[in-house]
């Protein structure tokens, strides 16, 4: 995270505007919540997620919860709430395909709900939300290539979450988004890792069953190896279960 010269507050690839005056407010909040979500940079997508909507609730001026969405290819695969009443709305608004975070994702831009009482877009939407005492919200969606984190900041009292008031919700998503990123490279190599690890393990094993059956059959390493898959046809299960009951029983047929 930096500040350019202009007053630009720049994460990652992305940067988001704020004035000086801002950038020096929210230098120490934005440290402490940076280095909040930088300690789960490998933790799993879900907690970060939660921390996200921990952390707009906290620091956003007259946020009252949150709730965020993580899509992938326009598939919301994780989402969090900082309220259960709030993870209900959400859950609300994937189910209907209506709702501020619905269009927030399809236009790929922040939308604004001043005033629940007045708004008309989204009726289902509208109705649930007062029911809760929700008065207002802003969406915001954050797009990183096929990954899109979208956060909903709620309020009890009307027009209090303009755009001009949020950047630190804007900051935070951006930041998260970076998280997420990371998160799931991370994943990535952790599942090569282990791929290769199990990989690495069959092979030991059937090279070991293998030396077995050629001791005790007098046979080639091809042969040895022709007679367990022989026995995984016959059996239906794979040659590395083969080759451990082999290892682990000596028997020479296991048929």
Not at 55 to 78: F, K, N, Y
Not at 122 to 143: C, D, I, K, N, Q
Not at 164 to 186: D, E, H, K, W
Request: proline share 3%.
């Amino acid at each position: 995270m930096a500040t350019t010269a202009n007053g630009m507050i720049v994460i990652g690839n992305g940067e988001v505007a704020v004035s000086e005056g801002e950038s020096r407010d929210l230098s120490a909040e934005l440290a402490q919540a940076a280095g909040e979500l930088l300690t789960l940079a490998s933790a799993s997508e879900s907690r970060a997620m939660h921390r996200l909507v921990e952390l707009a609730a906290r620091h956003v001026p007259g946020c009252s919860g949150a709730t965020a969405v993580l899509w992938h290819e326009d598939e919301a695969t994780v989402t969090a709430a900082s309220h259960p009443d709030l993870s209900e709305l959400a859950e609300l608004q994937l189910a209907i395909r209506q709702g501020p975070i619905i269009d927030a994702v399809a236009e790929g831009t922040q939308i604004s709900c001043p005033d629940t009482l007045s708004e008309k877009r989204w009726p289902e939407y509208t109705s649930r939300a007062l029911s809760m005492g929700v008065r207002s919200s802003l969406t915001l969606v954050h797009v990183s290539g096929e990954l899109a984190l979208s956060m909903t900041m709620y309020a009890t009292r009307p027009k209090v979450l303009d755009a001009s008031r949020t950047p630190v919700g804007q900051l935070l998503i951006a930041f998260c988004t970076a998280v997420m990123r990371n998160t799931s490279t991370y994943d990535a190599a952790q599942r090569t890792v282990r791929q290769l690890s199990e990989g690495a393990d069959s092979r030991a094993l059937v090279n070991q069953a293998k030396g077995i059956l050629m001791v005790g059959l007098s046979c080639s390493a091809d042969e040895a190896l022709r007679r367990m898959r022989e026995i995984s046809q016959a059996r239906q299960i794979k040659v590395t279960e083969v080759a451990r009951r082999i290892v682990e029983s000596h028997e020479l047929d296991i048929g």
